[in-house]
Structure formats: structure tokens, C-alpha cells
């Protein structure tokens, strides 16, 4: 009998949280978290993952036989920035620059120049992409201030002050994936939940909204 704390020998880590009402599973490269309410018994727990243990080994093997994240930069590594395709060149430099369509990078810690440079050079397509939707959602004086960031858990956020974020490798992603970002952290100036009345918001303005959400579940680990 399958062990229902161990899926395709992956353990199941258990996350529990008095604010949380529902039981939901995360699945992730070589990864899966069980979210629960403190007060549901583990006997019950335990049949939600039998219950669920096909869709999660079909996440996981699906997982497998995608891309890996990328690795190492490199002298000529390719990589991606709104839709453009950039050459990287390392060198003894201070900062990172771009001419054309070639990025130079200081060749001490390119990883470290690389972030920094996609911050500054994201900081006003993101903004303006953010503009945009909050104006079609009639939404752009709720909207605060747009921000680049480098949450380890989170593509986007909303706050309730109207503050969006927007993680600096959505750069890397087809831009349908990051518009799709934007919309969703811009319609939570009108629903700051998950509601059926803030799905509608988003599906009035991207009704293909689900290929991009599922591209970003199921991909999102290659950026």
C-alpha cells in the first residue's frame, strides 16, 4: 500500500495555518506542500492525498520531462528580456551595459549584474504595463506604487494600499505570460481575493487568461 506521505518518492510537506479555511496541494519540481487548516485531523488529510495522488504524479512527471532551469552564465549565453533575445559578453567592467542586442556583463558574480541590470531596465515597461490594464479595469486611482521584485515565493502581489510586484524573471517568460501577471495583480485593485467576481475581471480582458496561468504553473521553474 502506497505510503500517502510519499508521492513518486517525493515526501509531502505538510504547512499548516490557523488564517487558512481550505485544504490545497502545491506542486513543484521535486517538490509537494500540502497547505491545511490547524484544526483538520491528519486522518483526513491523508485521504485528500489519496484522492489527489494521480494529478500530483502527473504534475511531477511532467515536471521531469521538461527543460531544466537554466545554468551557469557563460561567455555568450543567450538570454531572454521581453520578448528579445540577448547576448551576454563578460568582461573586466564595473556595471553591466547593453548595446543592441548584446548585454556586457562584469565577468566577477554575472549572476548578481545580471539581476541587477533586469531590475533597473524592467522597472518602467512594468510600470506602464501595470498602467494599462488598471486603466481598462477603470482601476487606476486605486493604483499605488509598481515595484521589481525578488519574492522567492511569488510571481506578483497586490497589498491593499494598491502597491503591485512584479518578479524581475517574468522578463524571461513570453510576454502573453507576463501581461498575464500584471492583469492579475491589477484586477486585485478591484477584488483583492480569488473570488468568481475577480476571475471575471480577468477574463473580460484575457479571456486565454488559463494557457498562460497553467504555462507559468507548469514552466515558470525554467526561468
Known sequence: MHDPWVISGIPVTLKRSARRRTVGLQVRPGEVTLYAPVRVP?????????????????????????????????????????????????????????????????DEDPEQHLEAWTRRAAAEPYCDLVEEYAAVLGARPRLGRVVVSGARTRWGSCTQGGDI?????????????????????????????????YWAHVARIMPE????????RDQGHTL
Not at 492583469?183 to 480569488?194: I, P, V
Request: aromatic share 10%; charged share 25%; hydrophobic share 40%.
Open 209 to 216: 487568461y488559463p494557457r498562460w496561468r497553467n504555462w507559468l
Open 42 to 106: 491528519a486522518e483526513r488529510l491523508q485521504l485528500f492525498l489519496v484522492d489527489r495522488r494521480s494529478w500530483v504524479e502527473g504534475h511531477l512527471q511532467r515536471y521531469a520531462a521538461q527543460p531544466a532551469a537554466p545554468g551557469p552564465l557563460t561567455e555568450g549565453s543567450a538570454v531572454q528580456f521581453l520578448g528579445e533575445e540577448l547576448t551576454l559578453r563578460l568582461t573586466d567592467m564595473r556595471q553591466a551595459r547593453r548595446e543592441g542586442d548584446l548585454l556586457w556583463l562584469p
Open 165 to 197: 510586484r512584479l518578479h524581475w524573471k517574468l522578463t524571461r517568460a513570453p510576454l502573453e505570460v507576463l501581461r498575464y501577471v500584471a492583469l492579475h495583480e491589477a484586477a486585485h485593485l478591484l477584488e483583492l481575493n480569488h473570488s468568481p467576481r
